[in-house]
Nanobody, 123 residues
């Protein structure tokens, strides 16, 4: 079992920045991928960015150049640095984990999930 706890969400004005974090605990694996997903109100959950144990990253086009995913492998922390935020970035952001590399940025591919942290961007 892997437990994930997100933190750092909040309210910010359009154009602002915010960093959210995810702390992992429990089982460890020699291979893994971690990702950030988000779910805007009334919409489907969508992938935002992912990173694997080797530091290889994937981003959805709508966040490229604005968001940066990173990790601290030793502390088992995952981060999402968000810049130039837009109102359409408002959503509950979820941290996700799967014990393999190469997982596509699709919700069904990830096995463990956090409870989410809410990000609100006002215009």
């Amino acid at each position: 079992q892997v437990q994930l706890v997100e933190s750092g969400g909040g309210s910010v004005q359009a154009g602002g920045s915010l960093r959210i974090s995810c702390a992992a605990s429990g089982a460890t694996h020699s291979r893994y991928s971690m990702a950030w997903f988000r779910q805007p109100p009334g919409e489907e959950r969508e992938g935002v960015a992912s990173i694997d144990i080797y530091g290889r990253t994937t981003y959805r086009d709508f966040v490229k150049g604005r968001f940066t995913i990173s990790q601290d492998n030793v502390a088992r922390l995952l981060y999402l640095e968000m810049r130039s935020l837009k109102p359409e970035d408002s959503a509950v952001y979820y941290c996700a984990y799967v014990h393999r590399t190469g997982a596509p940025l699709v919700a069904d591919e990830y096995y463990y999930w956090g409870q989410g942290t809410k990000v609100t961007v006002s215009s």
